[in-house]
């Protein structure tokens, strides 16, 4: 990883996200779906996955599911149930309750919370399975009440039935039974527009790689989606009395999970930024996904020197980044100032796979630069709210006048009528009908 100043350094979001080729790939694909249901998912699934499937295979049966149990060590599924508990427990502090509130004129107002009815959850199967990722999809899904949950998931080809036995079983425990074994673009694509095999979504959630992020994006209108949560990303903000070792660590922890993830350090200590592009150079030979950390950190790392840690903190809050490990002597002095980051790791000993499997909060984060304005997933993603209005005769009388005033200065007399006619009749003593 190559040391360089502040001044050195240019900010990598590319103003088209992802290759001209790749948004072009997609299009496609969705387009594909679109018009040719499973015929065009089939086909993609054997392109892109190398599965050769029949409409019959796409859904995993009960029976798949029971079987995965006996293709997993004890250990996961005790360590899978631990990390269950934590997560159910930090979303349950997000669920929102509907409300009313009774005025003492009579009025009544209110918001109605309803979980959405039926979503789709997309869980990362590519380059590498992940189990956590249906435990941090589904249980804020199931908190918020949701009754039809539908997972997708590629099919690994040298895999258990065509799919990752570790996904099937965190699903098994989560309580998802309706899985489909497709990824991709294509995936998405199914979800929001359905084909004869699969049931429209009202709202895609869940992590991807880049084609996952871009597909999300170009349906995203027929459904909603939760954010755009694409290639991994971590910035270490560290001064002088940072382990280098553990920087470097936590930099290949996300390093390693795709060539386009995005590892970056920021120090005002040029002595840790030496140590950590050894450290770095070092552990990437004993790593097994080696080739993957190493694209990622030669194309999308970087090691930034500052002149201070206010310079690290504005570069921080340029770089929005989906996770953010502040490494100084007090993190907590300097967590008011980040403006934007998707998770915030605090200290030596908050390395970031600890909020990958465990700690409670989710791991479905906005990336490139889009934790600006979108969060991790939560309760909230799963749920729509109604505004409730009742007006009572007295609220009604009380404030015709201002809203008749506000309708005729948008030239809406239609508007001022509606409520003119019901002023005008109890002004007459009306009985409701508009006539004496
Ligand atoms: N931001 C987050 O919250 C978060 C969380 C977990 C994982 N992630 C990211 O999820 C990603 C997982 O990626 P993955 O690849 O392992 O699995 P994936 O399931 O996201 O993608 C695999 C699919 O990509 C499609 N694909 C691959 N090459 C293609 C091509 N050339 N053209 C068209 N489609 C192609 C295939 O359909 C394949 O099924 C990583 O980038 C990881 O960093 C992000
Ligand atoms: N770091 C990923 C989010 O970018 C989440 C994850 C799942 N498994 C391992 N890591
Ligand atoms: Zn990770």
């Known amino acids: 990883m190559k040391v360089q100043s502040s001044k050195e350094f240019k900010l990598q979001r590319e103003v088209e996200y992802g290759t001209p080729e790749q948004n072009k790939a997609v299009r496609e694909i969705v387009a594909g779906i679109k018009q040719e249901g499973d015929a065009a998912l089939l086909r993609y699934t054997e392109r892109f996955d190398g599965a050769v499937l029949t409409p019959a295979q796409l859904r995993v049966t009960q029976e798949e599911l029971e079987a995965a149990y006996g ?20 979303h349950a502090r997000q669920k929102r309750n509907s409300w009313m509130d009774l005025q003492p004129d009579g ?62 079983v965190a699903a098994a425990e989560a309580g998802v039974n309706e899985i489909y074994r497709v990824g991709g673009a294509q995936a998405i694509a199914a979800l929001a527009f359905g084909t004869e095999s699969i049931v429209p979504v009202d709202k895609i959630c869940g992590p991807g790689n880049i084609y996952v992020a871009l597909a999300k994006r170009e349906v995203y209108g027929a459904v909603d989606i939760d954010s755009i949560a694409g290639p991994s990303e971590i ?48 552990q990437l030979q004993t790593l097994p996904r080696e080739a993957i950390a190493r694209a990622s950190v030669e194309n999308y790392g970087a090691i930034i020197v500052v002149e201070s840690i206010e310079e ?86 009380r404030d015709g006048a201002a809203i008749m005033e506000l309708a005729r200065r948008e030239g809406l007399e239609g508007h001022a009528r509606a409520i003119e006619i019901r002023l005008e009749n109890e002004a007459k003593g009306g009985d409701g009908n508009g006539e004496q």
Do not use: C, W
């Open 71 to 90: 293709r997993v060590e004890e250990s996961f599924v005790t360590a899978i149930r631990a990390a269950a508990v934590n997560i159910r427990a930090f």
């Open 107 to 168: 009025t009544i107002l209110g918001q109605i919370i309803r979980p959405l009815k039926r979503v789709g959850v997309y869980v990362p199967g590519g380059k590498a399975a992940y189990p956590s990722s249906v435990l941090m999809n589904v249980i804020p899904a199931q908190i918020a009440g949701v009754p039809e949950i539908v997972m997708v998931t590629p099919p690994s080809t040298g895999g258990f039935e065509g799919i990752d036995p570790y996904i099937l």
């Open 235 to 282: 910035v270490v903000l560290a001064d002088d009395t940072a382990e280098a070792a553990y920087v470097a660590a936590d930099l290949l922890s996300q390093a390693e999970h795709d060539e386009m993830a995005s590892a970056i350090l920021v120090t005002p200590s040029q002595r840790l930024a030496e140590a950590v592009a050894a450290e770095v150079e070092r």
């Open 312 to 397: 690290g903190i504005s570069i921080v809050n340029r770089l929005a980044p989906e996770h953010l490990e502040i490494v100084v002597a007090d993190p907590m002095a300097l967590t008011g100032a980040i403006e934007n980051a998707g998770a915030i790791f605090l200290g030596p000993y908050s390395s970031e796979p600890v909020g990958d499997y465990f700690a409670g909060p989710n791991h479905i984060i906005p990336t490139n630069g889009t934790a600006r304005f979108s969060s991790p997933v939560d309760v909230d993603d799963f749920i729509k709210k109604s505004s409730l209005i009742y007006y009572s005769k007295e609220a009604l009388l």
